[in-house]
Nanobody, 117 residues
Framework: VQLQASGGGLVQAGGSLRLSCEASGIDFKLYDMVWYRQPPGKERDVVAIITSTGSTNYASSVKGRFTISRENAQNTVYLQMNSLKPEDTAVYYC????????????WGQGTLVTVSS
């Protein structure tokens, strides 16, 4: 799988960003897709997941502020981020989940989101 995340940038607290991630090398519509983030000096964690059937789930820290969606015709998953906080600062990655619900080994370069206070 190849993953290309984009849409990051510098935004003030309270602002919004929309991240995109295009996947190739897989039959996109069959896979659950996940957004992760890795803050500076910390481990990578799950932010949001959308299943192949469109069900969604969110980390408690972003619930009500972030929305994950997908467009199968474009092989793309999105993350709409509203009411951003400085603690949302991180490199954001997407990945697909394999049959055993683990992410693929290939992560792509991610996209940096910086939220200023």
């Amino acid at each position: 799988v190849q993953l290309q995340a984009s849409g990051g940038g510098l935004v003030q607290a309270g602002g919004s960003l929309r991240l995109s991630c295009e996947a190739s090398g897989i039959d996109f519509k069959l896979y659950d897709m996940v957004w992760y983030r890795q803050p500076p000096g910390k481990e990578r964690d799950v932010v949001a997941i959308i299943t192949s059937t469109g069900s969604t789930n969110y980390a408690s820290s972003v619930k009500g502020r972030f929305t994950i969606s997908r467009e199968n015709a474009q092989n793309t998953v999105y993350l709409q981020m509203n009411s951003l906080k400085p603690e949302d600062t991180a490199v954001y990655y997407c990945n697909a989940l394999t049959w055993n619900k683990k992410p693929f080994a290939s992560w792509g370069q991610g996209t940096l989101v910086t939220v200023s206070s």
